[in-house]
């Protein structure tokens, strides 16, 4: 992780990530499959981009929906690594 990493506004966050809304002051994305096994293998991916970055969403998954929180913690923000991820995640 880079070493000094700058806060953006939820509003940039939403400029820099169109298809995320912002909850809570976190980057958040909800995402439908056809069953478990789609979902499950979705997380997976996630994860293998997550670790390329070094960068960990907060996951919850019920059956067939995966909901994604993204912020960077030791901000206690967003920055530009969260936009990272999030343009990741939709690429998968």
Do not use: C, R
């Not at 789609?38 to 997976?44: E, K, T, Y």
């Amino acid at each position: 992780m880079p070493a000094k990493l700058k806060k953006i506004t939820p509003l940039q966050a939403k400029k820099l990530a169109p298809t995320w809304s912002i909850k809570k002051n976190k980057l958040y994305k909800k995402f439908i499959f056809m069953n478990f096994s789609d979902a499950l293998s979705f997380i997976v991916q996630v994860g293998i981009e997550s670790e390329k970055i070094n960068h960990h969403p907060t996951i919850s998954n019920t059956y067939n929906k995966v909901e994604i929180w993204l912020d960077t913690h030791s901000v206690n923000g967003l920055t530009s690594l969260d936009i990272k991820l999030s343009n990741e995640i939709d690429n998968i």
